[in-house]
């Protein structure tokens, strides 16, 4: 079965650091992009950036560019998001996504994780 | 960035009625190489991720029901559904995919029975 299997849920506090997976299997793991989009409490999806884990390229939103950093474990067929730092305002749940088209990033997400709620707080 | 914007914030739909959201982008998402509009529609329910429901602004992924349209071209676009069913409540998303990331998405439009 192709799907993206996401680590469980995360309670951290200020300042701490947090790195999330998402498993991919069924599928040709090193020939898609795989994404990570951020949906915070009762609001709108945010594209947060890509990876491509057959050589790494990775492409950020410049509104996420510097706060979180994505990597992709081929061996494994693991993609990760991590954070050094971690803030009350990264409280969110994190979908990884794969875009339909193999090899593009101009695509629409057809294949996502079932999500990884972050909470952060004191 | 490409900047998109849903109108309604939310809307609400006697069963059986035809629902429409529009979405909006700041500059045009139509390739002029391949005449393909980079245009997406997903549906996501509470506690559930997105579904993709349209792609290429108006290609229906398999398996969504045909109740389901989308058109548009170069800014403007519209999701609509023929005929409310209960199961359609949901937030709608547009998300452009053009060019260079980010690939922005709408603000969500909550779809609601009347």
């Known amino acids: 079965e192709v799907q993206l299997v996401q680590s469980g849920a995360e309670v951290k506090e200020p300042g701490e650091s947090l790195k999330i997976s998402c498993e991919a299997s069924g599928y040709s793991f090193t020939n898609y992009w795989i994404g990570w989009v951020r949906q915070m409490p009762e609001k709108g999806l945010e594209w947060m950036g890509i990876i491509y884990p057959g050589d790494s390229d990775t492409r950020y939103s410049p509104s996420f560019q510097g706060q979180v950093t994505i990597s992709a474990d081929k061996s494994i067929t693991t993609a990760y998001l991590q954070w050094s730092g971690l803030k009350a305002s990264d409280t969110a749940m994190y979908y990884c996504?794969?875009?339909?088209?193999?090899?593009?990033?101009?695509?629409?997400?057809?294949?996502w994780g079932q999500g990884t709620m972050v909470t952060v707080s004191s | 960035d490409i900047v998109m914007t849903q109108s309604p914030d939310s809307l609400a739909v006697s069963l059986g009625e035809r629902a429409t959201i529009n979405c909006k982008s700041s500059?045009?998402?139509?390739?002029?190489?391949?005449?393909?509009?980079?245009l997406a529609w997903y549906q996501q329910k509470p506690g559930q991720p997105p579904k993709l429901l349209i792609y290429?602004?108006?290609t229906r992924e398999s398996g969504v029901p045909d109740r389901f349209s989308g058109s548009g071209s170069g800014t403007d676009f519209t999701l609509s559904i023929s005929s409310l069913q209960a199961e359609d409540v949901a937030v709608y998303y547009c998300?452009?995919?053009?060019?260079?990331?980010?690939?922005?998405f709408g603000q969500g439009t909550k779809l609601e029975i009347k």
């Open positions: 996504a794969r875009p339909r088209i193999v090899g593009a990033t101009l695509s629409a997400f057809d294949l």
């Open positions: 290429w602004a108006s």
């Open positions: 500059q045009s998402v139509l390739s002029s190489s391949n005449n393909k509009n980079y």
């Open positions: 998300q452009q995919y053009y060019s260079t990331p980010p690939h922005t």
